[in-house]
């Protein structure tokens, strides 16, 4: 089975500077890996995901995230952060097991922007 | 289009009581699921449901029942709550069964066990 390890429980950073947020999963074979994101007391929402193809994905909102197969990861970048980045980040890996969609989360990163 | 709705918002109860969390779609899908999110553990998931009438356990079924009588509406029900169920609790819907695809979710219910 698939496991996701988000290397920070919590990232600190200061209005427009760029950051990263770590995703590392397990298994190397062909997997589908998205970014959730929630803001403070709401659900989860898609922000990004690499099905396949171009191994660089890109948001609306301007985080991107690179699928690396060789280092089973796909952290999640963004050059310059805005107080409205602040929310809790998810990283999730697809498996179709007996046919059925199943997504192992990560731990989940907290995003905190300071002004 | 409400998209995934989900009801109580807040709820405490008593060890022992028991109580369902309400989840409804109006996108017309066949995927859908169950999460309890708990600090620092993300999201985990408890059971899922492939279409009307077919459901299955997932990572953490323990202490927990799901029926699927119609498309729209998946209930989960807590049997006889304990302490260790005090989560946050999300549904969400997805279109097809095929792992590409983006899974809504719920603005989740916050239950606090006593």
């Not at chain 1, 397990?26 to 709401?42: A, D, G, I, R």
């Not at chain 2, 997932?58 to 302490?83: K, M, Q």
């Amino acid at each position: 089975a698939q496991s996701v390890t988000q290397l920070d429980s919590q990232v600190p950073v200061f209005e427009e500077a760029p950051v990263e947020l770590r995703c590392n999963y397990s298994s190397s074979v062909s997997v589908y890996l998205f970014w959730y994101v929630q803001y403070p007391n709401q659900g989860l929402q898609l922000l990004l995901k690499y099905l396949s193809g171009s191994t660089l994905v890109e948001s609306i909102n301007g985080f991107e995230a690179e699928f690396n197969k060789s280092q089973t990861s796909f952290h999640l970048r963004k050059p310059s952060v805005h107080i409205s980045d602040t929310a809790e980040y998810f990283c999730a890996v697809s498996e179709l097991i007996q046919g059925a969609q199943k997504l192992v989360f990560g731990q989940g990163t907290r995003l905190t922007i300071n002004p | 289009n409400a998209g995934v709705t989900q009801t109580p918002k807040f709820q405490v109860l008593k060890t022992g009581q028991s109580m369902t969390l309400q989840c409804a779609q109006d996108m017309n899908h066949e995927y859908m699921s169950w999460y309890r999110q708990d600090p620092g553990m993300g999201l985990r998931l408890i059971h899922y449901s492939v279409g009307a009438g077919i459901t299955d356990q997932g990572e953490v079924p323990n202490g927990y029942n799901v029926s699927r009588s119609t498309t729209e509406d998946f209930p989960l029900r807590l049997l006889s709550a304990a302490p260790s169920q005090t989560s946050v609790y999300f549904c969400a819907s997805s279109y097809e069964l095929a792992g590409a695809n983006e899974q809504y979710f719920g603005p989740g219910t916050r239950l606090t066990v006593t």
